[in-house]
C-alpha cells in the first residue's frame, strides 16, 4: 500500500536559519505529491504541490522537487520566520487518471518552531 | 465563506454518549472526506463520500463509527457511544468533480471531540 515518511519533530531553529524536512514515499503508478502546513489550533492548508516527476513545487518561500529516482519530496526555506512555527505535513495522492475522488495518504507531520 | 465549513468546533461527551459532527464542502465540491488526527499524531483517513454514496470506507472503525453524505445538507459523521479513545480532531475535506479534480484537497478547521 502507499505510504509516506516524514522525519520526526520537533525540529527548532533561530529565525533566517535554513530549514529542511525530509519527505519520502511508497506508493504504486505515479502519485501527485503535496505539503500542507498546519498552523496552531487551525486546519490544514496546501502549501505547495508536485504532480509529476522532476516537478518543482513553491510557494512562500518554501519548495520542494519530486524525485522518482529517490521518492522524495523534501521541503526547503532559505530564511524561515516565526511565523512559520507550524506542523508540516507531506501527502500524497494516487488517484488514477479520470477517478471520482481520492484519498490523501499523510506522513506523520513535523512540528517546526521557529525562535527570534 | 466559501470554505469548507465544519461544525462545531469544539464538542465535549461524556463515555457512552452520540458525537455528530457536520460538514459543509465548499461550493461546487462533490466529494466530502474525513480524517481523524490524534493528538501528536498525523492524520488518518476514515472515508469518502459523495452525495448519497460513500465511495471508500476503508479507514473506518467498525463499530460505532458511521458517516453520511445526503442529498440535501451537509456530511454527518456520526459516533455512538464514545469512548475516551474517541478524542481527537476530526477533520473534513472536500474536492470537486473529477474533470475538475487536480488532486488537492481543501480542508475545515476541523472537530475537536474531548470524551470526559
Known amino acids: 500500500g502507499n505510504s509516506v515518511t516524514q522525519m520526526e519533530g520537533p525540529v527548532t531553529l533561530s529565525e533566517e536559519a535554513f530549514l529542511t524536512i525530509n519527505c519520502t514515499y511508497t506508493?504504486?503508478?505515479?502519485?501527485?505529491l503535496f505539503w500542507y502546513v498546519q498552523y496552531p489550533g487551525e486546519g490544514l492548508q496546501l502549501l505547495l504541490k508536485a504532480t509529476k516527476a522532476d516537478d518543482k513545487g513553491s510557494n512562500k518561500g518554501f519548495e520542494a522537487t519530486y524525485r522518482k529516482e529517490t521518492t522524495s519530496f523534501h521541503l526547503e526555506k532559505g530564511s524561515v520566520q516565526v511565523s512559520d512555527s507550524a506542523v508540516y505535513f507531506c501527502?500524497?495522492?494516487?488517484?488514477?487518471?479520470?477517478?471520482?475522488?481520492?484519498?490523501?495518504?499523510f506522513g506523520g507531520g513535523t512540528r517546526v518552531l521557529v525562535k527570534p | 465563506n466559501a470554505g469548507v465549513m465544519q461544525n462545531p468546533r469544539h464538542l465535549v461527551r461524556r463515555r457512552g454518549q452520540e458525537a455528530r459532527l457536520r460538514c459543509s464542502p465548499m461550493?461546487?465540491?462533490?466529494?466530502v472526506y474525513w480524517y481523524r488526527q490524534l493528538p501528536e499524531e498525523g492524520l488518518k483517513f476514515m472515508v469518502y463520500l459523495q452525495k448519497e454514496n460513500i465511495i471508500d470506507e476503508s479507514g473506518m472503525p467498525k463499530e460505532r463509527f458511521s458517516a453520511e453524505f445526503p442529498k440535501e445538507g451537509p456530511s454527518i459523521l456520526r459516533i455512538q457511544q464514545v469512548v475516551r479513545g474517541d478524542s481527537a480532531a476530526y477533520f473534513c475535506a472536500s474536492s470537486p468533480p473529477p474533470i475538475q479534480h487536480t488532486g488537492e484537497l481543501f480542508f475545515g478547521e476541523g472537530s475537536r471531540l474531548t470524551v470526559l
Open positions: 461550493k461546487g465540491h462533490s466529494h
Open positions: 506508493a504504486t503508478g505515479y502519485p501527485s
Open positions: 501527502a500524497l495522492s494516487d488517484r488514477p487518471r479520470g477517478a471520482a475522488g481520492n484519498k490523501l495518504t
